[in-house]
């Protein structure tokens, strides 16, 4: 373990020695950053400005990992990249934070490195800070700092960074935190916290969020794991809430653990959620994955709802769009929405208000090799109401109306800036393929009435590399070897996708989707399941298999 930890130290060191060689401050327009999930996304104290740090990530065959900083004009809509001297090394799973103190300062503490292969790590116990009036980066050497670690949580508690949990992972074990540490600016020294009273059980990645008045912090969920029988790791997704709280003046301050039991719609357990804290004292918590574990494998549900949380009154509620109104008529179609929920975000408080959820439209986006993606996009019910009976004549001209929300993921980056709660990036699963997004997201949580796109998703760019793709290409360069010529391979490829394309189940004339679907169902769940293999669920599988369905019929009209 030593000899590994000094290996990706020495890797490390090396990308420290590239970064040394900057010396001057240099800042580029650019395009929104690269896809990646578990950077940082932080609000700039003063400016217009949301500042993104780090990140990871995979392509199916290596691991990518980040130092690189951003900064997006809200205003402008605008990205430019900071590259400046001296960063810290290349990390994830880190925390940072922004102070006002001395024109700004963002502050930034652990994570960790990842070998190319994914299967070392190396976990930082280093603390940074961005000095955002000088545009310096500055690392704070004292003594007493936690243990190196990951996925642990970090929030401003007056002039206290206090940081809880986390994990640390090597290639034979791990270990989970529930410790406290406090870091004081304005001596700059570490302190370990001993609070009274029962605290939470070990875990990272869970939500921890300042009381407004500052005297604690609020701790909800997160994730462990554990070594049952015969070294098969169990992992535990937690959903209980916790009160950590101070009492006494700072220098006889006593801290107390105590257990929350929040009233209200709770969210489903979930972890890989993403967090921020909102006007008014409510935390939110949005999306997230539920891992279902079966026989050593994993199987995920992931989510793109958004719950808020009230530290005050400690009760949740789903947050739903204010377009979500009653509905006076019967749909023709989109009944999967139908779930109940109220108007407003202030309406979710009252008790027996219940308004008929929006219409869910289905989007099949399909990649370059066959992967079939599914987008929910969201109209809200006046309007189905008035476009239900013409939606299908009209199908493109009601598309400018419909509100888009974003995709199901976890480990996105959110944060909130003048009321405006702003999503960006995080990954998704379809089958054993991952999808790492770079799209940006806005929600205004005054008015709540719809998200906005500030930077759109490209999955179509999306590179993915494995073992099946990799022994097909070698297939193919031994067959133009064989064939010897480029020409040749081309047209076999052509008869080939035009023999595949035979060999679908033809649309008959004049047939509808839901026609079709129905005949050709069990072909194309066939096809589904020969792509997403035997691991895959049922119910997933077929999804797919009707989404391909669908597609096909439409590149045949």
Same mark, same amino acid.
């Given at each position: ?367 370059? +090799? ?6 929910? &996009?969201?109209?809200? /019910?006046?309007?189905? *109401? =008035? $476009? #239900? %009976? !013409? @939606? ?80 097909? +290409? ?6 133009? &070897?064989?064939?010897? /010529?480029?020409?040749? *391979? =081309? $047209? #076999? %490829? !052509? @008869? ?62």
């Amino acid at each position: 373990m030593e000899q590994m930890e000094e290996d990706l130290a020495a890797l490390i060191a090396e990308f420290q020695s590239l970064d040394a060689k900057k010396t001057t401050v240099v800042e580029t327009a650019c395009p929104p950053p690269s896809p990646r999930l578990n950077a940082s996304l932080s609000a700039h104290p003063d400016k217009d400005e949301l500042i993104l740090f780090g990140g990871e990530f995979f392509n199916g065959k290596k691991t990518y990992l980040y130092n690189d900083l951003f900064f997006y004009n809200t205003k402008k809509n605008t990205w430019v990249k900071s590259d400046i001297p001296n960063p810290p090394p290349r990390r994830c799973a880190h925390q940072a934070v922004v102070v006002p103190q001395a024109g700004g300062q963002l502050w930034l503490f652990g994570g960790e490195f990842a070998s190319p292969d994914g299967e070392q790590f190396y976990h930082y116990k280093d603390l940074w800070v961005l000095h955002l009036s000088t545009n310096t980066w500055e690392q704070i050497k004292v003594p007493g700092a936690p243990s190196g670690r990951s996925g642990h949580r970090m929030v401003l508690s007056k002039r206290q960074l206090l940081v809880f949990g986390g994990f640390h992972e090597s290639a034979r074990d791990f270990i989970y935190y529930n410790d406290v540490h406090a870091f004081s600016l304005d001596s700059f020294t570490w302190s370990r916290l001993s609070p009274s009273g029962t605290s939470p059980s070990p875990r990272s990645a869970c939500q921890m969020t300042s009381t407004p008045d500052g005297s604690g912090v609020i701790i909800y969920g997160g994730y462990s794991k554990v070594k049952a029988k015969k070294d098969v790791e169990k992992g535990t997704i937690h959903s209980d809430m916790f009160l950590l709280k101070r009492d006494g003046k700072e220098e006889q301050e006593k801290w107390l653990w105590s257990r929350v039991s929040p009233s209200g719609s709770k969210p489903p357990a979930r972890s890989g959620f993403s967090l921020a804290v909102g006007p008014t004292g409510r935390a939110l918590l949005f999306g997230g994955v539920c891992d279902e574990e079966e026989d050593e494998t994993l199987e995920g549900d992931f989510y793109n709802d958004l719950y808020l949380y009230d530290i005050n009154k400690h009760r949740w509620f789903p947050a739903q769009l204010k377009g979500c109104k009653s509905e006076k008529k019967k749909r023709r179609r989109g009944k999967k929405g139908g779930e109940t929920g109220e108007g407003s975000v202030e309406g979710q408080e009252e008790e027996g208000a219940a308004a008929q959820g929006p219409v869910e439209v289905i989007k099949e986006i399909v990649t370059e +090799d066959g992967t079939v993606m599914t987008i929910k &996009e969201i109209i809200p /019910g006046t309007q189905a *109401e =008035e $476009e #239900s %009976e !013409e @939606e299908e004549e009209e199908g493109e001209e009601g598309a400018s109306a419909i509100l888009v929300e974003p995709c199901a993921r976890s480990s996105a980056m959110a944060t909130v800036k003048y009321g405006k709660l702003y999503l960006y990036g995080g990954m998704f699963e379809v089958g054993d393929r991952q999808f790492t997004l770079n799209d940006l997201y806005c929600l205004d949580l005054h008015k709540m009435d719809q998200w906005e796109v500030l930077v759109e998703m490209d999955p179509k760019t999306q590179e993915w590399l494995d073992d099946w793709s990799d022994s097909e +290409d070698d297939e193919e360069e031994d067959e133009e &070897e064989a064939k010897g /010529g480029d020409d040749e *391979e =081309e $047209e #076999s %490829e !052509e @008869e080939s996708d035009k023999q595949d394309e035979e060999d679908h189940p033809p649309v008959q004339p004049g047939e509808a989707l839901e026609d079709f679907q129905s005949r050709t169902e069990q072909y194309w769940v066939g096809q589904a399941r020969a792509n997403m293999g035997p691991e895959a669920k049922d119910t997933k599988v077929q999804k797919v298999g009707i989404a391909m369905a669908k597609v096909f019929y439409e590149d045949q009209q």
